[in-house]
């Protein structure tokens, strides 16, 4: 074989390596579909203004998971006991650091609004992950509080529009938030 012939078996190799590596990542990626404000507040079991107190992560069955305990601060829906276990694929051990794209994280002290998913006697999930998860934050200026969906920034698959979209809620007032899941949990007890 001569050297052009060789080095284009190389490339010919490489190139094709490359092609398949693109494929596993974007087999192996994930893909959320888009869940509409009422529907979130239908299927969850609880809905809830939950303040950060700390998290744990550990191995489990070969994968690593994260307990995050929440201060309830405001019932929306259903019964929660004072403080609430949310666990989540994901989080640190040691020098090892395990990220799924749209699994919230949280920081102690911080407040969101979380659409819950699960019961009392063990730990709840959250429901649609990013896209159930409502980070507040004041504004500078005017001091008002503010809602910001986690996944108004990502790119969540519409099924009925057969696309990918960027949507959800951005600095939103609380209040108006408040109004809007009031309103779709009416409709859910009709």
Known sequence: MSYVERRRFLWILFLGGLALLVLAVAA??????????????????????LRCLGATSQWEQGE????????????EKGTLPG??????????????HSH?????????GE?????????????????????????IARNPQSGLEM????????????????????GGIRNLPVS?????LHKALRRENQ
């Open 147 to 166: 809602v910001t969906q986690d996944s108004a920034a990502a790119s969540i698959f519409d099924p009925q529009a057969r696309a990918f979209r960027h």
């Open 111 to 135: 407040e969101v609004y979380l659409f819950l998913w699960g019961n009392k006697s063990d730990s709840y999930q959250v429901l649609g992950w990013s896209q159930g998860t409502f980070r």
């Open 176 to 180: 108006i938030f408040r109004e809007k």
């Open 28 to 49: 192996s990626a994930t893909t959320l579909s888009r869940l509409k404000f009422e529907d979130l507040a239908l299927e969850s079991t609880a809905v809830a203004r």
């Open 100 to 108: 799924v794209d749209e699994v919230p994280a949280f920081r102690p």
């Open 64 to 75: 690593i998971w994260t307990e995050t305990r929440f201060e309830v601060v405001q019932r």
């Open 83 to 96: 403080i609430v276990t949310v666990r989540l694929l994901g989080g640190q051990v040691g020098h090892l």
